[in-house]
T-cell receptor
Framework: NAGVTQTPKFQVLKTGQSMTLQCAQD?????MSWYRQDPGMGLRLIHY???????DQGEVPNGYNVSRSTTEDFPLRLLSAAPSQTSVYFC????????????FGQGTRLTVV | GDSVTQMEGPVTLSEEAFLTINCTYT??????LFWYVQYPGEGLQLLLK?????DKGSNKGFEATYRKETTSFHLEKGSVQVSDSAVYFC????????????FGPGTRLSVLP
């Protein structure tokens, strides 16, 4: 059982480049989300989705886009990378309905130079 | 808004020592509380959770009790092992506001043989 799969694991971008971080889950979870992890700040919510076709902004959405065309996939797009987006990105999914835990991918370490 | 505060560490202990990592929260509703663990190079894994006041979550020798009166969810383990070295995150999720999680900054634990 794969759970939540993120690709790539590592990426180096130049300032101004764009890229897409992929996230897929095979647990048929309705709820998916993206977080960034920075030292001393825990994880901060970027965007989330409560189901296919529905997305919303989290705490730190600027510079990122998302879409949810299927239940399984929730890609995160960086439109024009900036050094401030250097971080570790985690995708998570959960069944929804309250009281349930989130399942996390292995993370993508992104460096913007 | 909701928030989670936890001791940031790093915490260094000898094997078989007693561990406490403090966590307090602020929430407008009645959140569920979680402890996640992150081993080096990996994503976050659920360690334990509690969904209502006075609930005790436990797993792998770790315990935490949901204390509504003190808004706390302190993590404890009676005898740590080298394999417990990791970063520990306290988090909350308010079922009335979807499945978004609010994380503390994380506490790095190092256990020496």
């Amino acid at each position: 059982n794969a759970g939540v799969t993120q690709t790539p694991k590592f990426q180096v971008l130049k300032t101004g480049q764009s890229m897409t971080l992929q996230c897929a889950q095979d647990m048929n979870h309705e709820y998916m989300s993206w977080y960034r992890q920075d030292p001393g700040m825990g994880l901060r919510l970027i965007h989330y989705s409560v189901g296919a076709g529905i997305t919303d902004q989290g705490e730190v959405p600027n510079g990122y886009n998302v879409s949810r065309s299927t239940t399984e996939d929730f890609p995160l797009r960086l439109l024009s990378a900036a050094p401030s987006q250097t971080s570790v990105y985690f995708c998570a999914s959960s069944p929804g309905g309250g009281y349930t835990e989130a399942f996390f991918g292995q993370g993508t370490r992104l460096t913007v130079v | 808004g909701d928030s989670v505060t936890q001791m940031e560490g790093p915490v260094t202990l000898s094997e078989e020592a007693f561990l406490t990592i403090n966590c307090t929260y602020t929430a407008t509703g009645y959140p569920s509380l979680f402890w996640y663990v992150q081993y080096p190079g990996e994503g976050l894994q659920l360690l334990l959770k509690a969904t209502k006041a006075d609930d005790k979550g436990s797993n792998k020798g770790f315990e935490a009790t949901y204390r509504k009166e003190t808004t706390s969810f302190h993590l404890e383990k009676g005898s740590v092992q080298v394999s417990d070295s990791a970063v520990y995150f306290c988090a909350l999720s308010d079922p009335n506001y979807g499945q978004n999680f609010v994380f503390g900054p994380g506490t790095r634990l190092s256990v020496l043989p």
